[in-house]
């Protein structure tokens, strides 16, 4: 007798244990309700510059249709060199050390699919990007979370890493500025974590997404630090600095071996990134800066209102020195991160993500997506305020 077909007992162990993102399920309710400001997924309000949009265009005109290189289009990389040398302080060669991915996710996935094998501990810092236990789970890797706290701007000290270390530590995940919080760090912090590092033997994964999106104070990449260059995979794209999201293009730099290793998969499961958003990204890299410039003075403008207006109204929030997130505190309303995210998006129609989506470090916490225009968000704190002052009596 045939087996009934139970799709459910197909699914591999390590996919069924993931959880969902908690941010789509929350703007899952979000889709279909009216008058809803949304403070809620972190992508740039802004529409890709034009003369990068038209480099796209420019590119089907003349029928760029085809697939390029593995490793991407060999004058995109050559240009990225350049600029990362300029930027960061960081030397890769375009030809064997840099690698272009379908944005940081691709390439973030491809790094731990290269490097980890089943049992090997991943160190990363929370709060944190959604994905990064999950990619790491998938790898059958060990997830190690290491808490972030707001009393030290949701810097990652690095003695909570070396607290974390054991025999099987293998990879530390560093993401700087943070999504959700905006921690940034200082050159002497990364200091003591790369010696950290060389001490122990790590592998360094940075998520540099976020580094143009810095308000004050120099943006550091650990990869620039002495003697580290040769144990970090650097990740970086063009979603957030140039509102390039839809385009879904990023990069990764590192060593020869590690990204041939990085592009074997990449070759069997991507094959390439897309030949138009790669022929836009290099016009990006080329011209883009001073819309990137322009883009973070508003961002910066939008932070200094709604941190205010958050402290204003008893919701004590760090100064996020970068990325486009507020993550305030939201303990004093005696409601849990999501229970307090739902009703207000019932009561008062404004959309933020619970911090608990980011781990359960997050939780007590709210993340405000500053990438929105300044009335949206000036509306959104007048209903919040409210909203509090009900809940606070
Ligand atoms: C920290 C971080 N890394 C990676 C990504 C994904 O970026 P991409 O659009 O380049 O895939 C995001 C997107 O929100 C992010 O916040």
Same mark, same amino acid.
């Given at each position: 007798?045939?087996?009934?077909?139970?799709?459910?007992?197909?699914?591999?162990a390590?996919?069924?244990?993931?959880p969902?993102? %908690?941010?789509?399920?929350?703007?899952?309710?979000?889709?279909?309700? &009216?008058? $809803?400001?949304s403070?809620?997924?972190?992508?740039?309000?802004?529409?890709? =510059?034009?003369?990068?949009?038209e480099?796209a265009?420019?590119?089907?005109?003349?029928?760029?249709?085809?697939?390029?290189?593995?490793?991407?289009?060999?004058k995109?990389?050559?240009?990225?060199?350049?600029?990362?040398?300029?930027?960061?302080?960081?030397?890769?060669?375009?030809?064997?050390?840099?690698?272009?991915?379908?944005?940081?996710s691709?390439?973030?996935?491809?790094?731990?699919?290269?490097?980890?094998?089943?049992?090997?501990?991943?160190?990363?810092?929370? +709060?944190c990007?959604?994905?990064?236990?999950?990619?790491?789970?998938?790898?059958?890797?060990?997830?190690v979370?290491?808490?972030?706290? +707001?009393?030290?701007?949701?810097a990652?000290?690095?003695? &909570?890493?070396?607290?974390?270390?054991? =025999?099987?530590?293998?990879?530390?995940?560093?993401?700087?500025?943070?999504? +959700?919080?905006?921690?940034? @760090?200082?050159?002497a912090?990364?200091l003591?974590?790369?010696?950290?590092v060389?001490?122990?033997?790590?592998?360094?994964?940075?998520?540099?997404?976020y580094?143009?999106?810095?308000?004050?104070?120099?943006?550091?990449?650990?990869?620039?630090?002495?003697?580290?260059?040769?144990?970090? $995979?650097?990740?970086? #794209?063009?979603? /957030?600095?140039? &509102?390039?999201?839809?385009?879904?293009?990023?990069?990764?730099?590192?060593? &020869?071996?590690?990204?041939?290793?990085?592009? /074997?998969?990449?070759?069997?499961s @991507?094959?390439?990134a897309?030949?138009?958003?790669?022929?836009?990204?290099?016009?990006?890299?080329?011209s883009?800066? +001073?819309?990137?410039?322009?883009?973070r003075?508003?961002?910066?403008?939008?932070?200094?209102?709604?941190?205010k207006?958050?402290n204003? @109204? %008893?919701?004590?929030?760090?100064?996020?020195? #970068?990325?486009?997130?507020?993550?305030?505190?939201?303990?004093?309303t005696?409601?849990?991160?999501k229970?307090?995210?739902?009703?207000?998006?019932?009561?008062?129609?404004?959309?933020? $993500?619970?911090?608990?989506?980011?781990?359960p470090? %997050?939780?007590g916490?709210?993340?405000?997506?500053?990438?929105?225009?300044?009335?949206?968000?000036e509306?959104?704190?007048?209903r919040?305020?409210?909203?509090?002052?009900?809940? /606070? %009596?």
């Amino acid at each position: 007798m045939t087996k009934p077909f139970l799709p459910d007992q197909f699914i591999a162990a390590n996919v069924r244990d993931i959880p969902r993102s %908690g941010i789509r399920d929350f703007f899952d309710i979000v889709q279909g309700m &009216a008058d $809803v400001i949304s403070l809620g997924v972190g992508e740039p309000d802004f529409v890709t =510059p034009w003369h990068i949009r038209e480099a796209a265009i420019y590119a089907l005109e003349r029928g760029r249709t085809t697939y390029t290189s593995n490793l991407g289009l060999l004058k995109l990389r050559e240009a990225l060199a350049v600029h990362l040398a300029e930027k960061f302080h960081v030397r890769y060669h375009p030809k064997t050390q840099i690698l272009i991915a379908v944005g940081v996710s691709e390439a973030m996935d491809i790094a731990f699919r290269a490097v980890v094998n089943p049992g090997d501990e991943v160190i990363y810092h929370e +709060p944190c990007y959604v994905s990064y236990s999950p990619s790491i789970a998938m790898t059958h890797g060990i997830p190690v979370p290491v808490s972030c706290r +707001p009393e030290d701007g949701f810097a990652v000290r690095a003695e &909570a890493i070396e607290r974390a270390l054991t =025999p099987k530590s293998k990879v530390l995940v560093l993401n700087f500025p943070t999504n +959700p919080t905006g921690g940034t @760090m200082t050159r002497a912090e990364l200091l003591k974590i790369a010696e950290l590092v060389k001490h122990h033997n790590l592998l360094v994964i940075t998520d540099e997404i976020y580094s143009e999106l810095t308000f004050e104070g120099e943006h550091v990449s650990i990869a620039a630090l002495p003697g580290m260059v040769e144990r970090t $995979v650097f990740l970086h #794209g063009f979603s /957030k600095a140039y &509102a390039m999201t839809g385009f879904r293009i990023g990069y990764a730099c590192g060593p &020869a071996e590690i990204i041939e290793a990085m592009m /074997k998969i990449h070759q069997y499961s @991507m094959l390439c990134a897309s030949i138009i958003s790669q022929e836009a990204a290099l016009e990006a890299i080329q011209s883009g800066e +001073p819309d990137t410039t322009e883009m973070r003075e508003q961002y910066k403008l939008r932070r200094n209102f709604i941190v205010k207006a958050l402290n204003e @109204m %008893g919701l004590t929030c760090h100064l996020p020195r #970068g990325s486009f997130y507020a993550f305030p505190c939201i303990q004093s309303t005696g409601l849990g991160s999501k229970e307090f995210a739902v009703k207000l998006l019932e009561e008062e129609k404004v959309a933020c $993500v619970p911090g608990g989506a980011f781990g359960p470090t %997050g939780e007590g916490f709210l993340r405000c997506c500053f990438a929105t225009s300044l009335e949206q968000i000036e509306v959104a704190m007048e209903r919040m305020g409210r909203f509090v002052r009900r809940l /606070k %009596g």
